[in-house]
């Protein structure tokens, strides 16, 4: 068995415990709680806020992506009709001209569809569409001003 002396002691540590239980925290504790549970809130603002505009910013390319198929769509719609037109103007003309130079006509057309095939095959479908300077300009703002406010948010 413990000594008489041992078992006062751990007595008056546990009353002395209880006592402090019933009081409750000290001020300096519920301080330094607030502060941290303050500082964890802005914190997580933050990282929303850093959220938000990382989404903002794909959802802008995402348009981006999106204007530049529109675009090469047109673009596509509008040369095929131009194409269409002017084979049929051809054909008119070809059958007003005499055989031999029919011929040499179509023999250049074809290689000239030959070369436009080739370029427009190398050129790119984004580049197309960032030519267009408006929506360049736009897409540029839009981005520049996200950043800023990311490089805001992340300071």
């Known amino acids: 068995p413990l000594p008489l002396t041992a078992v006062r002691r751990l007595q008056d540590e546990v009353n ?4 402090a239980a019933a ?6 504790d519920l301080a330094a709680a607030r502060q941290e549970a303050a500082e964890a809130r802005a914190a997580l603002a933050a990282r929303e806020e850093h959220w938000r505009i990382i989404s903002l910013k794909r959802f802008a390319e995402h348009n ?5 198929l529109k ?7 509008l040369l095929r009709r131009k194409g269409d037109m002017l084979r049929l103007a051809l054909a008119s003309l070809e059958a007003q001209l005499p055989a ?7 023999a250049q057309l074809a ?6 095939e080739e370029q427009y095959r190398v050129k790119d479908v984004h580049t197309q569409a960032l030519s267009r300077s408006s929506f360049a300009v736009t897409y540029g703002e839009q981005m520049g001003a996200l950043d800023r406010k990311l490089a805001r948010a992340g300071s």
């Open 71 to 77: 675009a090469a769509a047109r673009t596509e719609t």
């Open 64 to 68: 981006k992506a999106a204007e530049q």
């Open 16 to 19: 002395a415990l209880r006592a």
């Open 111 to 116: 290689e000239r569809e030959a070369q436009l």
């Open 100 to 106: 031999d130079l029919v011929a040499k006509v179509r």
């Open 23 to 28: 009081q409750g925290p000290s001020p300096a």
